[in-house]
C-alpha cells in the first residue's frame, strides 16, 4: 500500500499528537483478531493486532503533507489514485 493522498475529515486528527499521548493505543474493533476471516489457516499466514498505533497516524499526516508539498515538483507524468 502506498501512501494516501489524504486521510477522511475527522475532529480527533486535529489533536492526534497529543491524544497519543494519553491513549497510545486505539482497538481496532471489538471482535477477537482475524474474526470473520473463512477457514482456520489464517492464522498461518496473517497476523492481525488488535489494536492500532496512534502515535503513527499522527506520523502518516506529516509523511502526507511532505508527498502534497511534493507533487507540484513531479515534470513528468504521474498516475495518482486515491479512493475515498
Known amino acids: 500500500m502506498s501512501t494516501p493522498y489524504k486521510l477522511p475529515d475527522d475532529p480527533r486528527l486535529r ?10 493505543y486505539m482497538p481496532k474493533n471489538t471482535e477477537e483478531p482475524g474474526f470473520g476471516w473463512f ?16 502515535r503513527s497516524v499522527g506520523q502518516l499526516m506529516h ?22
Open 15 to 24: 489533536h492526534i499528537e497529543w491524544l497519543a499521548r494519553i491513549q497510545p
Open 63 to 84: 509523511l502526507i503533507a511532505e508527498m502534497q508539498a511534493g507533487l507540484p515538483l513531479i515534470k513528468v507524468p504521474v498516475l495518482l489514485m486515491h479512493i475515498a
Open 39 to 54: 477457514g482456520d489457516t489464517w492464522k498461518d499466514y496473517h497476523i492481525s493486532y488488535p489494536q492500532n498505533p496512534l
